[in-house]
Nanobody, 126 residues
Framework: QVQLVESGGGLVQAGGSLKLSCAAS????????MGWFRQAPGKEREFVAAISWSGAPTYYAGSVKGRFTISRDNAKNTEYLQMNSLKPEDTGVYYC???????????????????WGQGTQVTVSS
């Protein structure tokens, strides 16, 4: 059974930082793209960042570029999202996602990710 488990969410003031982790088990993602998505109340789940199997290149939504950094440790089957200079509009549930194939295009498409975590809440107060 494949599981992705996020951790590291919480409540932070605007301008603060959080680091999310996503630990995978049940299969290796060392040859697959992994990503982060988020969903704010009343909105659709949106792409945040993605990382190729080798660690580069990385891709970011325009709203987080320059503030968030995605990384991975294939030996630990884990990916991370370092979030700096957080804003209230970054509030939402953050989901880790992994692909079941080695396809490496269209990073922002939700339907191309086969495995999802349960999500971790990030709340940024103003």
């Amino acid at each position: 059974q494949v599981q992705l488990v996020e951790s590291g969410g919480g409540l932070v003031q605007a301008g603060g930082s959080l680091k999310l982790s996503c630990a995978a088990s049940g299969r290796t993602f060392s040859r697959s793209v992994m990503g982060w998505f988020r969903q704010a109340p009343g909105k659709e789940r949106e792409f945040v960042a993605a990382i190729s199997w080798s660690g580069a290149p990385t891709y970011y939504a325009g709203s987080v570029k320059g503030r968030f950094t995605i990384s991975r440790d294939n030996a630990k089957n884990t990916e991370y999202l370092q979030m700096n200079s957080l804003k209230p509009e970054d509030t939402g549930v953050y989901y880790c996602a992994g692909r079941g194939t080695e396809y490496s295009g269209a990073y922002s498409r939700r339907d191309l990710y086969d495995y999802w975590g349960q999500g971790t809440q990030v709340t940024v107060s103003s």
